[in-house]
């Protein structure tokens, strides 16, 4: 999304269609927002092979719902690694911005909602999940499907706010859903905390206030 979604959270009803859960849970209360600085704090560079491991570890996985137990153990034994190598304040670095690709997350129903449940995947066949950071404080969050031979999406789109170092806030507005031609806003507004644990260039780990483990990929 995109998190839970950072935190994120991409969540994916007739009265509405399926919850768009995705990086995201009922909002609570908000945060002072506080805005990103385009200064990257100092770090060591995490070795090239670990970046490798956790990537190939999820590689052809659905984004973690095909791994074993063991699997996700494996995941995260990399992640735990990774973090070590995180530079200071990632939220405050340029690193966090661009377009990202959601390739794992250890709750299979955090990216997606029911969209991901096993009933869920037999009818929605999940194209794409993505989430955009924009500079100063704009994410969006997009999961694209195909059901019944039309594409659809779920879109979120939300102001980030700085917690600490580590720690961002999302609070997002309403889902829009959009199947073929049919296009509408459902829900009310909806909030995300995640924590980022590791960013560089091409990945970036987050974990979710409830503990689960996201691994995105740079487009």
């Not at 950071?133 to 700085?162: H, I, R, T, W, Y």
Request: proline share 8%; aromatic share 8%.
């Amino acid at each position: 999304m995109s998190a839970s979604a950072a935190p994120t959270h991409i969540r994916f009803s007739s009265a509405a269609p399926p919850s768009a859960a995705a990086l995201r849970r009922p909002r609570r209360r908000c945060a002072t927002p506080v805005r990103c600085s385009l200064a990257a704090a100092p770090g060591l560079r995490a070795p090239p092979e670990l970046i490798d491991s956790i990537l190939s570890k999820v590689k052809g996985t659905d984004r973690g719902v095909l791994l074993p137990k063991d699997g996700h153990q494996e995941v995260a034994d990399v992640a735990l690694q990774l973090a070590k190598y995180c530079i200071d304040d990632p939220v405050k670095s340029p690193l966090i911005f661009g377009e990202w690709e959601v390739v794992y997350c250890s709750v299979p129903t955090s990216p997606g909602g029911l969209y991901r449940t096993p009933l869920g995947r037999l009818i929605f066949k999940t194209d794409e999940m993505a989430q955009v950071v924009e500079a100063p404080d704009v994410v969006k969050n997009k999961v694209s499907f195909s059901v019944f031979g039309f594409d659809g999406a779920v879109s979120l789109k939300g102001k980030l706010n700085v917690l600490d170092g580590k720690w961002i806030q999302v609070i997002f507005e309403p889902p829009e859903v959009k199947v073929g031609s049919l296009g509408f806003q459902y829900g009310g507004e909806s909030e995300v905390k995640l924590e980022i644990t590791y960013v560089d260039e091409k990945i970036r780990l987050g974990k979710g206030s409830r503990g689960s483990l996201f691994v995105f990929m740079r487009r």
